[in-house]
């Protein structure tokens, strides 16, 4: 689609206004032009047209049919659509509901409500086919262009897929139909106004002149027969529009459609017809005929055949009044049909040369029929065909529209129900691109460009991309918790997810009243939430987007997306944009694409976005530097169609007034809350909650570990941690005895492996020359009264207390060696050690702690 | 040991999530321990069973986050390691891996044993996003892991920042040398002898024997007394032992108690003294100039003229034997002292700084330098009389 954001594109009415509302002063328009300046092209949608909307993921556009198209007030052109939905809108739980692989070019009939259906017309990218298929119906094998076509088949109303009625199934049907005759007449416009008109004009006289050679006498027969054909009656219409043309095209035109719409239509018959007729073209033959048997079962499998049956009737009438004249038209159609396959062919293998080339041959060889000229004719064809080609590589341009070549070779494959005007187009594109080399040229040159721009998007895949992240499975399944203590235990793991949170009601219900609130009014929002750790913050949150998620299940709130990020989880703050972006979309892009990317979906009003619930937590570490991050985080909020929704969650405060900038801190708006640490009732009831049907502690045990958390940092997860220890310490006592609760003494054990000091400990266990050279510290310190010292001074002091112990004083290089020891123990700070002698050296600890810790021997 | 046994038993039986942290002096065995532990792990059935990875990094090779992630991502064999090689950005590889991590749960994927060794290098990778990451995942109901810590900082807890702290579950198991003289003696004993697989039996019970004898010596004892005074790591017993053990020749077939003390003087040998002696009288001279200069000043820093001014004076007032040397000899020989970092310069040498009065500082002790004189050969005396005293020459 770079190409189409490339390109400025016009967007005008088609036709007058068809009725207009004077109170709300709109009017309503049967069709929109959508105009590119670059490529000059110009696609006509009409009403009851499958469009593609530009949606959120610019590779996923949406499908929508076009039900009413109006200009407002405002004159800001409208569209009021029809949704359908992709596989990938609808969400991962409901898909199994489909019990079937779905293809990528399955849609569905989309009936949720709450979806705006009116748009902007600018949003509008082309039209495409969709064809509504029977549940049990295969899926017809599309050999055309694939990006272009859909199927329906079930309908989508948010909750389950259910079969399309048969009333929405014969309007789909309908709205096919009614396309079809649409579009030749909009067909009518593209040539005009693209083809040097006097060129195309001899050259589809040299053609018609080549080509009659063969069936000259048919040109005769059909300008008689056809005078009646509906296909003169459009003609005439599309010389209305394009009166530049002359007979000869007109002629030529003639000529070809109805062979073709006859060609394929007739099938298999026609096959027959041609094994016993075309003995001329027998070495060609064989290849031809297998393309159209396909093409021909396409075109029957499709169900919009029946707009052309009457032209069928026509035209088999015509068969029957002139059986020679068939033969040779299908002598014609061949090369017809292959240079349409091998089209068709390059489109789907994009860089396979030999395919078209292969036509080529076979063109050259059908050239036995025709003359020497016609010939060189397909000669210059076929080079004219190897520079489309060149362009057609990028298949964008196609759907794009932006080169006209390709708008109608598009539109020809819409078209292949209604046949009768594809050829013609087929023709005059062909002979165009020859006479107007400059703009084959162009389009040559212009494409690898686009090309190059693709590919690095796409990427070569360093990484297996599709690697799928996972973790081996074990091969002895987890034991189950055996005894009253270990089931316990797991119970008071913090990663225990409990029912309910207990003491954060009031919390809960704050954050919960505020989204809500948010999403019915379909609005966004802000909300900070701060805490010290382990106080339930990140908890809290999630469990009420678990309740929002069940209330929206059960429709009781608009649907919305949920999308979590985390600043520890980042590498860097700007990666936060890329993620957001892949849980929205689903695409992997560059951090700075992505903020583009993201601030484009926020700040336009999207069709069919949902409201998106963002948690940032640990959003202190996404501060930068210029604090982008956090300034567009929480200015995207703020704008009109943006419906998200932020909580964000940080320890500190008063963050907002601490980092952040004035103008960052005023978008992230004044709703806070803070979390207390809990106190130690609270902490009691949570472990009592979590334990509640166990018998595993003593209620005193319980009491003593709450109160001590609470006095340190009222963290939770550190109240469970040491009910934990405490339940490992019983079992291990346990093992002697019979069979016991968590007592206090236990829980003191635990309390006071958690938190007693390492120092006195390593101080007590350390060496004797360990214990002196502290001892040498505290007396330099005393004597400096400066609480730092070089080791030179500590040394003579050193050596002064082995005197005093009678021990043998040590060298300086084991004084420098105990040194390191207790620096590498951080009992000591000590600087580089490239100072040698007057490196100085800080205690780390109180001089109380260690003077404690050496008194005690 | 019981208590790491155990809290690996559980993570792997039970399929539990923990975090702990062995800390211990150098050389206390925290890695022993811990080998020690996957050991015995490895042969309960029923863990082998599950497959316990663990990845291993050490503080000191992973030296960033990435470099980390990327280890991890090696070592679990994940799918997207191409060839022992994990590509693609930071930004990936930490997503990547916490998806795969995120889709396991207690019941369902292996348990994955995490192990960082020099536990305090981690901390201070920016954010310490990786153990946060870790401990995140060791506190949620994801794939079970354990993450255990090696480290030898003590204050290894203040280091950890709020939210990390919070996410560990302090389990501290703290490793120290808390043996006395006589168990030291008894795992001297154990070090030295031969196992009992050894080939030559007569060879070995004669070596024991010894080993024996010598635990007895009051020498022996004396050289392990100091040695265990001034360390209770128990690698410089190794390496004592080893000195000791390489003097063992087929002439001399066991091992002694002079081997022992000759070890033990070797071992704790003053380097910087030992350059001393290979100095020349002049040098010898400059460092008593220094040494004096020092005396006067209390340790302020000198210049090369103060020192040379000082020399000046010695050889003028008291020397009798010693060559007055021109002054560019004397400051040739001056930075020699400066190569051998006897003599440390306070800023680094400029261009625009005249030599002369680059401001250094004297690296050694007046005790180390008198030691040094002492065992000089043929120290002149007036110049040892002169290091006795500044003020003899008067």
Redo the contacts between chains.
């Keep these: 689609m770079n190409t189409r954001q490339q390109s400025k594109l016009i967007y005008s009415w088609y036709g007058k206004p068809l009725g207009s509302d004077r109170k709300l002063r709109t009017s309503q328009y049967k069709g929109i032009l959508i105009t590119s300046e670059s490529s000059k092209t110009e696609t006509c949608i009409q009403l009851g047209d499958f469009i593609l909307v530009e949606g959120v993921n610019a590779d996923q556009p949406y499908v929508a049919q076009l039900m009413d198209l109006y200009e407002d007030g405002a004159q800001h052109k409208r569209a009021v659509v029809q949704w359908f939905c992709r596989l990938e809108e609808i969400p991962q739980n409901k898909r199994k509901l489909l019990k079937r692989e779905i293809s990528a070019q399955e849609v569905f009939f989309d009936q949720v409500l709450g979806y705006d259906t009116d748009i902007a017309a600018e949003t509008v990218i082309k039209s495409i086919m969709v064809l509504p298929l029977h549940l049990g119906e295969e899926l017809p094998i599309i050999t055309l262009n694939k990006e272009q076509t859909f199927f329906v088949r079930q309908s989508w109303d948010g909750k389950c897929f259910k079969v399309l009625s048969p009333d929405t199934f014969s309007k789909l049907k309908e709205a096919n139909k009614k396309r079809g005759v649409i579009m030749n007449s909009s067909k009518a416009f593209i040539p005009s106004d693209i083809l040097t008109p006097v060129k195309k004009e001899t050259e589809s006289v040299v053609q018609s002149a080549t080509k009659s050679k063969n069936g000259d006498m048919e040109i005769e027969s059909k300008h008689s027969s056809s005078k009646s054909s509906l296909a003169k009656e459009r003609h005439s219409r599309r010389v209305a529009n394009n009166d530049i043309k002359t007979p000869t095209a007109r002629k030529k035109l003639e000529l070809k459609s109805p062979t073709r719409s006859k060609g394929r239509l007739l099938g298999s018959e026609v096959l027959g017809l041609l094994d016993d007729d075309c003995d001329a073209v027998a070495p060609l033959e064989p290849s031809a005929t297998k393309r159209k048997v396909k093409f021909t079962n396409e075109t029957l499998g499709s169900p919009p055949k029946i707009p052309c049956s009457n032209e069928k009737s026509k035209s088999t009438s015509e068969t029957a009044e002139d059986p020679q004249r068939f033969s040779d038209t299908i002598r014609l159609s061949p090369y017809t049909k292959v240079k349409d396959f091998s089209e068709k062919d390059k489109k789907l293998h994009e860089d396979d040369d030999i395919v078209p080339l292969d036509g080529c041959q076979r063109l050259s060889s059908q050239g036995l029929v025709l003359t020497p000229r016609s010939r060189r004719m397909c000669a210059q064809k076929t080079s004219a065909l190897i520079a489309e080609q060149i362009s057609m590589l990028d298949g964008e341009d196609f759907l794009s529209g932006s080169d006209s070549s390709y708008s109608s070779s598009g539109e020809e494959e819409e078209d292949d129900d209604d046949d009768v005007p594809c050829t013609p187009e087929k023709k005059t594109k062909s002979s165009r691109i020859f006479s107007t080399p400059k703009s084959s040229r162009k389009s040559a040159v212009h494409t690898p460009a686009k090309t190059l721009k693709k590919t690095p998007l796409q990427g070569t895949p ?3 991309r599709n ?13 189950e ?1 055996a005894s009253v203590l ?1 089931e316990a ?2 119970r008071l ?5 409990p029912e309910s949170l207990p003491c954060r009601e009031e919390e809960f219900q704050d954050i919960y009243n505020f989204v809500e609130s948010k999403l019915l009014d379909g609005t966004g929002g802000c909300m900070y939430i701060s805490g ?3 106080t339930g913050k990140t908890a809290t949150v999630h469990e009420v987007v678990r309740c929002l998620q069940q209330a929206a299940e059960n429709d009781e709130l608009p649907p919305f997306q949920f999308v979590e990020i985390n600043g ?5 703050p700007h ?1 936060a944009y ?2 957001i972006l892949e849980f929205l979309t689903g695409q992997k892009v560059t951090a700075t694409h992505a903020a583009v990317l993201l601030a484009k979906l926020f700040s336009t009003p999207g069709p069919k976005r949902k409201t998106t619930v963002l948690i940032v937590d ?1 959003l202190d ?1 996404l501060w930068t530097r210029k604090q982008n991050v956090m300034y567009n985080l929480f200015d995207w909020p703020t704008q009109k169609h943006s419906k998200l929704i932020i909580l964000a969650i940080a ?1 500190t405060m008063d963050l907002p007034e601490r980092i952040m900038m004035n103008r960052v801190a005023s978008r992230l708006g004044l709703t806070r809350m803070s979390f207390q640490p809990y106190t130690y009732k609270q902490l009691q009831q949570i472990i009592s909650s979590r334990l509640k049907g166990v018998k595993a502690f003593e209620e005193d045990a319980v009491q003593l570990v709450s109160r001590k958390v609470a006095a340190l940092s009222g ?1 939770a ?2 109240c469970l ?2 009910c ?2 405490a339940t ?1 310490i019983c079992e ?1 006592a346990r093992q002697k005895k019979s069979p016991e609760m968590v007592r206090m003494a236990h829980v003191t054990e635990a309390i006071d ?2 938190f007693s000091s ?2 006195v ?2 101080i007590r ?6 214990q002196i050279f502290l001892k040498a510290i505290l007396a330099e310190f005393r004597r400096a009264g400066v609480e730092e010292a070089t080791v ?1 001074q500590i ?1 003579h002091h050193h ?1 002064a207390l082995c005197r005093m112990e009678g ?2 004083s ?5 004084i420098m ?2 040194c390191s ?1 207790l620096g ?4 000591l700070l000590v600087e580089a050690s490239s ?4 490196m100085r050296v800080r205690l ?1 600890l109180s001089q109380d702690d260690v003077m404690y810790a050496l008194r005690e021997e | 040991h019981r208590h790491l046994l155990e809290l690996l038993r559980r993570t792997t039986v039970h399929g539990e999530s923990n975090s702990a942290l062995i800390i211990g002096p150098r050389g206390a065995g925290k890695t022993a321990l811990l080998n020690n532990v996957l050991k015995d792990l490895r042969e309960m059935k029923q863990v082998r069973e599950n497959l316990l990875e663990n990845p291993f990094l050490s503080g000191l090779l992973q030296t960033s986050d990435k470099v980390a992630l990327k280890e991890i991502t090696r070592q679990l064999q994940l799918e997207n390691v191409v060839g022992d090689k994990v590509f693609g950005s930071f930004a990936e590889n930490l997503a990547f891996l916490l998806e795969a991590l995120r889709k396991g749960t207690r019941s369902s994927s292996c348990p994955i044993l995490f192990v960082l060794d020099e536990f305090d290098l981690f901390v201070h990778h920016k954010n310490q996003t990786l153990l946060y990451n870790l401990f995140d995942i060791s506190q949620s109901a994801q794939t079970p892991v354990t993450v255990i810590g090696l480290t030898c900082r003590q204050d290894i807890l203040e280091l950890l920042e709020k939210r990390v702290k919070s996410r560990f579950s302090h389990r501290q198991i703290y490793l120290m040398n808390s043996f006395d003289f006589k168990q030291y003696m008894k795992i001297f004993k154990k070090q030295l002898s031969l196992p009992a697989e050894f080939p030559d039996e007569t060879f070995a019970h004669k070596w024991n024997n010894n080993v024996q004898h010598l635990s007895e010596d009051k020498a022996v004892q004396d050289v392990l007394q100091k040695l265990f005074h001034h360390t209770k790591d128990l690698r410089s017993l190794h390496l004592l032992l080893m000195l000791a053990v390489s003097a063992v020749t087929a002439q001399h077939p066991l091992l002694s108690a002079a081997d022992l003390q000759e070890a033990s003087r070797q071992h704790s040998t003053d380097a910087k003294a030992n350059i001393v002696h290979g100095l020349s009288v002049l040098e010898i001279c400059l460092i008593i100039a220094m040494k004096h200069l020092n005396e006067v000043y209390d340790g302020e820093p000198f210049n090369f003229q103060m020192v040379y001014n000082e020399f000046q004076k010695f050889i003028q007032r008291k020397a009798h034997s010693m060559y007055n040397f021109e002054k560019p000899v004397v400051m040739k020989a001056f930075e020699h002292l400066l190569q051998l970092e006897l003599v440390q310069p306070l800023e680094r040498p400029s261009a625009r700084a005249q030599r002369e009065f680059l401001l250094l500082r004297l690296l050694l002790d007046s005790r180390q330098i008198m030691d040094a004189l002492q065992l000089y050969p043929n120290c002149p005396t007036d110049v040892k009389q002169w290091a006795a005293s500044s003020l003899s020459w008067l």
Aim: contains cysteine.
């Design positions: 360093r990484t297996p690697a799928t992240p996972e973790i081996p499975r074990r091969i002895q399944a987890a034991q918790p270990e235990r797991l793991h913090v990663s225990a997810v010290v750790p382990g520890m989880k980042l590498t860097d990666q890329v993620q640990e570490l320890n963290d997860r550190r941690d040491i934990r220890r490992e291990f492996e958690m390492p120092y400990g390593a266990n350390a060496s004797l020359h360990e030179q040394y050596i021990l043998q040590p060298t300086v290089s084991e060696a105990i020891r590498a123990c951080r009992l100072e040698y002698l007057h780390n």
